[in-house]
């Protein structure tokens, strides 16, 4: 006796893989649906960078308030608009491996930088040379603000 296998002409072969119109189909879906999220999710990272930058700032400042208090001595803030950084002399950066309490905006995770600085009406054209000093007591000399900007946001 012989077996056979037994095949049926009229059922369709297994399908091995996807056809060319399927995947032009998906891979255009894909591209369109990129081209719209792909603007949104730019500008929300801009905006979580520039949140995360004038927050860092502000608690800086305050920071830098209670350390004047701290340590019973004045601490002058220094602005560098330029490099898109502030530093603070003769308080300790929080990891210990500089003098000097310096932060820096440019990088990760803020990329963004100082719009503009103003702790004195008198001196505000000059961006350079802005600087807000916190007394013994915590008292700043001076109101001002500090604006960050990350791509086209700022605060």
Known sequence: MMLTAMHNNN???PRRGW??????????????????TLPRFMNA???SSVDAAARRVADDLEYLRMQARKLNSNVTVSSN?????????????LDSSRT???VSLAGDPYQSRIA?????????????????IFSRSGSPDSSGSVIVRSGSLQK
Do not use: K
Request: charged share 15%.
């Open 19 to 36: 056809s060319l119109i399927e995947l032009a189909v998906v891979t255009t879906f894909m591209g369109i649906l990129a081209g719209v």
């Open 116 to 132: 503009s600085v103003s702790f004195d009406a008198d001196a505000a054209a000059n961006l350079e040379d802005q600087s807000v």
């Open 100 to 102: 000097t309490y310096t």
């Open 45 to 47: 990272l801009e905006r």
């Open 81 to 93: 608009p330029a490099a898109a950084s502030y530093s603070a002399a003769g308080v300790r950066a």
């Open 11 to 13: 059922s369709p072969l």
